[in-house]
């Protein structure tokens, strides 16, 4: 695996979309669920899951670009949909490891989740695996929370416009708690 990963590392750029791109998050999502494998392989499997499958905020892609340029590299092919493997495995990870570790941290044992999970959840949220999930009430309340306060935290970092359900849900909260003042429409709001 450490071969893999040294040569993976410096061709991960001028991997074209098509079957090869195929091939390597098919290859990478099988190496996130072997279990045999040690975390810091899964780890590094899941970031460069998500670096080739999540695309750059837009001002990020244009320096990315400008520097591909200066260096006489090739750009990188432009993301494509997560494909049906990563979708299939990704929840089932996603809901045994939260399972294993929020009684922990919750206990106290630990103080906050490990770097695997956090890894995991982060390319979860980056593929915007929230919104394919079937809402089965509480059972992804956590995750959902976290997507939306993960977004809003990277629209306030890269100075981007705020997810509209966030601006939704703050303009009824305080609505809410403040019934005689008119607050902007959500024309308005989301403008």
């Not at 893999?4 to 750029?13: F, H």
């Not at 593929?127 to 993960?150: M, P, Q």
Request: hydrophobic share 45%.
């Amino acid at each position: 695996m450490e071969l893999v990963m040294c040569l993976l590392e410096s061709r991960l750029v001028r991997i074209p979309a098509g079957a090869l791109f195929a091939r390597l998050v098919n290859a990478l999502t099988a190496c996130v669920q072997i279990h045999a494998l040690p975390s810091a392989q899964r780890i590094w499997a899941m970031r460069v899951l998500h670096r080739v499958l999540v695309p750059l905020p837009a001002h990020l892609q244009k320096v990315q670009e400008a520097q591909a340029n200066q260096q006489g590299r090739p750009a990188p092919p432009p993301p494509q949909d997560p494909l049906p493997p990563l979708m299939r495995a990704l929840p089932e990870l996603l809901r045994r490891q939260f399972e294993y570790e929020e009684p922990l941290v919750r206990g106290g044992v630990h103080l906050m989740h490990s770097e695997f999970f956090q890894v995991l959840i982060g390319l979860a949220c980056g593929i915007e695996l929230d919104k394919v999930l079937a809402d089965n009430g509480y059972k992804w309340t956590w995750f959902r929370r976290y997507c939306s306060a993960a977004r809003v935290a990277n629209s306030l970092i890269h100075r981007t416009t705020l997810p509209t359900a966030f601006c939704l849900d703050v303009r009824h909260s305080l609505s809410s708690m403040y019934p005689s003042i008119e607050f902007a429409d959500e024309e308005a709001l989301l403008s």
